[in-house]
């Protein structure tokens, strides 16, 4: 299975990514991951990236589109692989048609998760994400046994800088004008399927899964 998630940000396609991946055997590959790994191992992408991420803009196109090129050559991508998060314009669905082409392997479905502006809102300025392990919790709605404690591994919960309601206004600025493009892009190609992202975790699984059978 070759497969995309788009959703604007906060619609919950890191968590359901990490599903999927399982479900069909297949590495999660977050640009948006790449880039905080980069970050916290303080090397040259990641204070790059830095740069535009705390201002809730895209990474240049240069820098991003030659990272997945890259990762997509890794052997665990072999049987498929699931891009959450990437690609986030046109230029960069157009990069990669080119590398799938070349590769001769065709995507099977872009999955759009969609969700209202003022959940969105709600939902970043309450997320936490685990320092040790990545994991994402909520101030409200998925709140951990322990306060500004990770349930899954015990480390620190913070706030991303991204999270910060200054920036996400920007973020769904960006996706607006940007992202949103590329799912017309996929739906003329016939691989768009589209679900509700609001819910409990388990049922937009289940939608999910049932939207790719
Ligand atoms: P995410 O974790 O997917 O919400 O991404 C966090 C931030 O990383 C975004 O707001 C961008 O600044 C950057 N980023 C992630 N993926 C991309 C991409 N495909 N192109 C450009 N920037 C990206």
């Known amino acids: 299975m070759r497969l995309i998630l788009v959703g604007p940000p906060g619609a919950g396609k890191g968590t ?33 990236a830095k740069s535009y991420m705390d201002k809730g803009n895209l990474v240049p196109d240069s820098v991003t589109n030659d990272m997945v090129k890259d990762r997509l050559t890794h052997p665990d991508t072999k049987n498929g692989f ?22 001769g392997t065709p995507l099977d479905a872009v999955l759009e998760f ?23 919790s909520h101030v409200e709605f998925d709140k951990p046994k322990v306060s500004g404690i990770c349930d899954a591994c015990g480390g620190e919960l913070y706030q991303r800088d991204d999270d910060k309601e200054e920036v996400i206004a920007n973020r769904l600025a960006v996706y607006a004008e940007q992202t949103a493009p590329i799912i017309n892009y996929y739906k003329q190609a016939g691989i768009l399927k589209t679900i509700s992202a609001v819910g409990e975790v388990s049922d937009i699984a289940a939608r999910a899964i049932a939207a790719l059978k």
């Open 16 to 48: 359901q990514a990490v599903h999927l991946a399982s479900n069909f055997s297949i590495p999660h590959i977050s640009t948006g991951d790449i880039f905080r790994f980069n970050i916290k191992g303080e090397t040259e992408l990641g204070l790059l």
């Open 82 to 103: 699931l891009l959450d998060g990437y690609p986030r314009n046109i230029e960069q669905a157009d990069f990669l048609a080119n590398v799938l082409k070349e590769n």
């Open 114 to 136: 969609s969700l209202e502006n003022a959940e969105i809102i709600k939902r970043l300025a309450g997320r936490r994400v685990c320092r040790g392990c990545g994991a994402t």
